[in-house]
């Protein structure tokens, strides 16, 4: 029998760590520092602890290789790396508890504010391999225990006599020369604004192939296609549907490797697609009268209407310019649900965009998108709706405050029932579901014909919905004098006759979203010019 130590390590706040500054500078520098986590200071940890060259993607290269049973002067194996954890196998107890430490020092000084937590558990090499699924329940539960009890302080305390930091309202102790910030602020803000410029240098490297040398990303959020006058942005927070139940499944250590694999490789190259669509788009984007506003960079390289922040595994986000927000979700979405786990197991996502003045809050954009997807992935979680992908969105208007289910309630939730309509269904169910996206986009389409829907028409039917049916059946009597009706929806629906059916309305969300996705996109499978 050959004992070994097992450690687990959680980062699990990470999606709070990134989105915890209204700067997107900030949050692009954290997504860097969280990026390298478990690369360089994982890294750098075990070549302290060992003093030896680690590779830490032998097992990414060769999943069904075991080490630790190969070569039994192996000190340490990398189990796994994905959904924020991490498993390292050591043949030592020592050893694991002078990595833990190394790299938690690493942790503390290059990402200060960083929570993490480790879990031990020393078993036997066989026993770990043989009865996997069992070894990782224990490890979860120390790992578990452990975060309950143990609340490490990350960041310098304040006291009576030290500022408090004008971006994080930390203890301000490091001066920083940026250009609209000449004072002294916190070291968790020094760090993410310091890391920012690398993280424009990454993704450029990451995704150079699809760049190339005539397009770039940009790290300043007013550059991402908006006009003067129409200037919104939108947060897209995507995140795949039971991929943690899938992970935590795994029978064995080489199945968990292989779909965590897989699953790291299908965001990244969704990702891929996804910017080569908008290439074929730009010359679209780049038209005087289309409305968008394509900069160029420094180098003179045109800059795509997207920035990537959160990069790999399921839980992506990224930011765009506001009437791309739902349309790029639903292509995302569409790119990660073409493959499948193991051949037969199709992944599904639930996507939440939230529509925002450029200039609002980013924190609280992020907030709304995570909680709209949060929505849809209620709706997957239904029974029956296994596998399916869903997506929510909502605008915010100027003066509403408070969270989501406040400015919902407050403002779209009527005595004749609620105005929005979603979420809605992107694929893998009834195609003729009545929340499916293609009535949403069908609607729009006959919204947007001017021989039969003025302008002023369209506004007057937004203002007469919360009166309820009486009223938008006048309305409606009207315009079919003209020639003129609402958007169906499936057959057998009865919405087009009175506005409202079962206290909800599917126009209003039609309505709001017009301004905010371009006709263009509104055909199925439209191709782009190069």
Excluded at 114 to 131: I, Q, R, S
Excluded at 436 to 464: A, H, N, P, T
Excluded at 481 to 490: H, S
Aim: proline share 3%; net charge neutral.
């Amino acid at each position: 029998m050959e004992h070994i130590t097992a450690l687990l390590i959680d980062t699990s706040s990470i999606q709070k760590y990134v989105f915890s500054s209204n700067r997107l500078k900030e949050n692009l520098g954290a997504s860097y520092l969280v990026n390298n986590i478990y690369r360089e200071y994982l890294k750098k940890a075990l070549k302290d602890a060992f003093n030896l060259e680690p590779n830490i993607n032998a097992w990414h290269k060769h999943p069904k290789k075991i080490l630790l049973k190969e070569n039994p002067h192996t000190p340490y194996e990398i189990g796994y790396i994905g959904g924020g954890n991490a498993l390292i196998l050591f043949r030592q107890q020592d050893d694991a508890r002078k990595f833990v430490q190394n790299w938690t020092k690493i942790l503390l000084v290059r990402t200060p504010g960083l929570n993490t937590a480790v879990a031990l558990h020393e078993t036997d090499l066989d026993a770990f391999l043989g009865n996997f699924k069992e070894e990782m329940k224990a490890l979860y539960k120390k790992l578990k225990a452990n975060k309950n009890k143990h609340f490490p302080n990350t960041i310098l305390p304040k006291h009576g006599i030290t500022a408090d930091c004008p971006l994080s309202g930390f203890s301000a102790e490091v001066h920083h020369e940026d250009v609209d910030i000449k004072e002294y602020i916190s070291s968790v803000s020094k760090a993410r604004m310091d890391a920012a410029e690398d993280f424009k240098k990454q993704i450029q490297q990451e995704y150079k192939e699809v760049l190339g040398e005539k397009y770039a990303f940009t790290d300043e959020i007013d550059r991402l296609g908006q006009r003067e006058g129409n200037s919104h942005v939108a947060v897209v927070h995507v995140d795949g549907n039971s991929v943690g139940k899938k992970l935590n499944d795994c029978e064995t250590l080489v199945q968990l490797r292989k779909l965590s694999i897989v699953i790291d490789q299908n965001t990244k190259n969704s990702y891929r697609k996804l910017f080569e669509h908008i290439k074929d788009q730009m010359t679209y984007f780049l038209k005087e009268n289309n409305g968008f506003k394509i900069d160029r960079d420094e180098e003179g390289r045109f800059i795509l209407p997207i920035l990537p922040i959160i990069l790999g595994g399921d839980d992506i986000t990224f930011v765009t310019d506001g009437r791309l927000g739902v349309y790029l979700a639903e292509k995302f979405i569409d790119f990660f649900t073409q493959n499948s786990v193991d051949g037969a197991d199709r992944l599904s996502a639930c996507a939440g965009v939230a529509i925002t003045r450029t200039k609002y809050p980013f924190f609280r954009s992020y907030r709304l998108a995570d909680e709209r997807c949060r929505e849809a992935k209620k709706e997957a979680k239904k029974k029956g709706n296994d596998g399916t992908s869903w997506l929510d969105f909502h605008i915010v208007y100027g003066g509403f405050s408070g969270d989501l289910e406040h400015i919902r309630t407050r403002h779209f939730e009527v005595e004749h029932g609620n105005l929005h309509f979603g979420p809605y269904l992107l694929s893998g169910g009834d195609e003729d579901h009545e929340k499916s996206i293609k009535y949403l986009k069908e609607g729009m389409k006959v919204f947007r014909d001017r021989e039969r829907w003025s302008r002023s028409k369209v506004k007057e039917l937004r203002s007469l919905l919360p009166l309820g049916e009486e009223a938008v059946k006048q309305f409606i009597e009207e315009i079919e004098a003209r020639g003129a009706e609402l958007p169906k929806m499936r057959e057998g629906s009865g919405y087009h006759l009175k506005g409202w059916e079962n206290k909800s309305t599917p126009y209003f969300d039609m309505i709001e979203l017009l301004e905010f996705y371009p006709e263009r996109f509104l055909e199925p499978e439209e191709r782009g010019e190069n």
